[in-house]
């Protein structure tokens, strides 16, 4: 890719997930040259430019969630006047867990060109370290908060042979996993993947069950959830009948991993209550 000033053309780019230093040559030379940079938060947008050394020449525009709809127009005119819009989330690939589907979508419904310069990804990462099978995969990224939903969605994915992915805030990530345990299982093997390329990366591999445990006393960073797909033909996990599935997959992390169930309870409501009072900012998933 060439000096992009002047092409009409949108480049949707992936940022480092962690270490600067992983940002490609064709990412240096999109940051500088593109006449318009449409970013998920311009202040570290330009903070990975000075990281990198990297003047942005061109027309520096916020990209978030709460307004791609609103900057389609703006970008859309600039990309059919012949400026080049170079696209960039906060870390990862746009559109993955990140905005970018809506503008992607509407420009090639309008037959303008499009282009990627391909980056690091928490999804790709984490599967790479999980040492789980990686020939098929899905990638979920986060459940719905609400037990309800989060239940529903996880018993449409028991029986998903596949190795799962899934991104969740550390706050809630000790209340997800006993999730996963009373759908899924204890024994279930899975990775929690932690600070991806950064100074304190931990991938933690264990089933469901002592992983529950182990996050029940608090996980900080940035969490990638990648879970064993179900082997072929596996009988569904059932409570049994009349129990409380919740109180059933505390109780068998528990008895597992020789905990008490009240502590392993009091951990679960106090990350239920920070992930209430934890106030909107837009984005808290990891960067794929």
């Not at 002047?6 to 006449?35: K, N, Q």
């Not at 989330?89 to 391909?118: N, Q």
Request: proline residues 8%; contains cysteine.
């Amino acid at each position: 890719m060439s000096d992009l000033r002047g092409s009409g053309v949108l480049v949707v780019a992936g940022t480092p997930i962690g270490d600067p230093t992983d940002a490609s040559p064709r990412l240096r030379e999109a940051l500088a040259t593109a006449d318009v940079v449409a970013a998920e938060d311009t202040r570290r947008t330009r903070r990975l430019a000075a990281d990198l050394d990297v003047t942005i020449s061109g027309r520096v525009v916020s990209y978030y969630d709460a307004v791609e709809t609103a900057r389609l127009p703006e970008l859309l005119d600039a990309l059919r006047s012949g400026s080049s819009v170079l696209l960039v989330t906060d870390a990862g690939m746009p559109s993955v867990s990140d905005p970018g589907y809506r503008l992607v979508a509407a420009v090639a419904a309008e037959g303008l060109p499009v282009t990627a310069v391909p980056g690091p990804s928490a999804v790709l990462t984490a599967l790479a370290l999980s040492a789980m099978p990686v020939d098929r995969f899905a990638f979920e990224g986060f459940l719905p908060r609400k037990p309800g939903e989060r239940s529903r969605a996880l018993a449409a994915l028991a029986h998903d042979t596949r190795t799962l992915v899934f991104f969740e805030a550390p706050h809630r990530l000790a209340e997800m996993l006993a999730a996963l345990v009373e759908s899924f299982g204890a024994d279930r093997p899975a990775a929690v993947c932690r600070e991806l390329t950064k100074t304190y990366e931990e991938v933690r591999r264990a089933p469901l069950g002592e992983l529950a445990a182990w996050a029940a006393g608090g996980v900080k960073g940035e969490i990638t959830v990648v879970v064993h797909g179900a082997a072929p033909g596996s009988a569904p996990v059932l409570p049994a009948e009349g129990a409380d599935p919740r109180k059933a997959a505390l109780a068998a992390v528990a008895a597992a991993y020789g905990l008490d169930k009240k502590a392993v309870y009091d951990a679960l409501v106090a990350a239920k209550k920070a992930s209430s009072a934890d106030m909107p900012s837009g984005r808290d998933e990891p960067r794929p």
